[in-house]
């Protein structure tokens, strides 16, 4: 069974521009998650999608958004790039049903590195 | 507010021998889970071991297990015999049956010495 895949793996940007991160998930998972990993701050936590709705979404500006279809794969946006939008970003997937326990598996990771 | 807290940055152990990674949370929910998640120098997220609030045993994986003290509001993981494999971070996180979001703690560095 192949596992969470995500292109690109680096990129490089400059301030101001945007960008799209794909994620493909798990075959038969329905959920996809978020996070930004930086030194400073941490694993936190973007947004979350199932079913192709947003379910949940963590403190971030506007210029994050993402979007999930109807095979399950997400895109993720950053508009307006900042110099600390530097990060991996990591996408999870899960079958997303309700309750604590839903394995999150996670994808390598894009990182992400704005001049 | 939830909280999850790592208090040890970087921990060096000895091949062999056993470890124990320190993770204290916080909330207010009755109902929530516990991961842990290695995270080589790669980058890509590896799950551990879990734990729900209501498990009345300790979880175990393999050379993982979590030492789970509800009332306390810790969950160490203790890793047996560590390899020089087992050298990258360790997060533990929470998540609430009421929320779907993993909340993380800072994460542990640990290095296996041969």
């Known amino acids: 069974k192949a596992g969470v895949t995500q292109t690109p793996r680096y990129l490089i940007k400059t301030r101001g521009q945007q960008v799209t991160l794909s994620c493909s998930p798990i075959s038969g998972h329905r959920s996809v998650s978020w996070y930004q990993q930086t030194p400073g701050q941490g694993l936190q936590f973007l947004f979350e999608?199932?079913?192709?709705?947003?379910?949940n979404k963590g403190n971030f500006p506007g210029r994050f958004s993402g979007r999930q279809f109807s095979n399950s794969r997400s895109e993720m946006n950053v508009s307006t790039l900042e110099l600390g939008d530097s990060a991996l970003y990591l996408c999870?997937?899960?079958?997303?049903?309700?309750?604590?326990?839903?394995?999150?598996?996670f994808g390598p990771g894009t990182r992400l590195t704005v001049l | 507010a939830q909280k999850i807290t790592q208090t040890q940055p970087g921990m060096f152990v000895q091949e062999k021998e056993a470890v124990t990674l320190d993770c204290t949370y916080d909330?207010?929910?009755?109902?929530?889970?516990l991961f842990w998640y290695k995270q080589p120098s790669s980058g890509e997220m590896i799950f551990l071991i879990y734990?729900?609030?209501?498990d009345e045993q300790n979880a175990t994986e393999g050379r993982y297990s979590l030492n789970f003290q509800k009332a306390r509001k810790s969950a160490n993981l203790v890793i047996s015999a560590s390899q020089l494999g087992d050298s990258a971070m360790y997060f533990c996180a929470m998540r609430r049956d009421s929320n779907y979001q993993l909340i993380w703690g800072a994460g542990t560095k640990l290095i296996i010495k041969p």
């Open positions: 999608y199932f079913s192709e709705t947003q379910r």
């Open positions: 909330t207010s929910d009755q109902s929530y889970g």
């Open positions: 999870a997937s899960s079958r997303g049903g309700v309750g604590a326990y839903n394995e999150q598996f």
């Open positions: 734990q729900g609030s209501y």
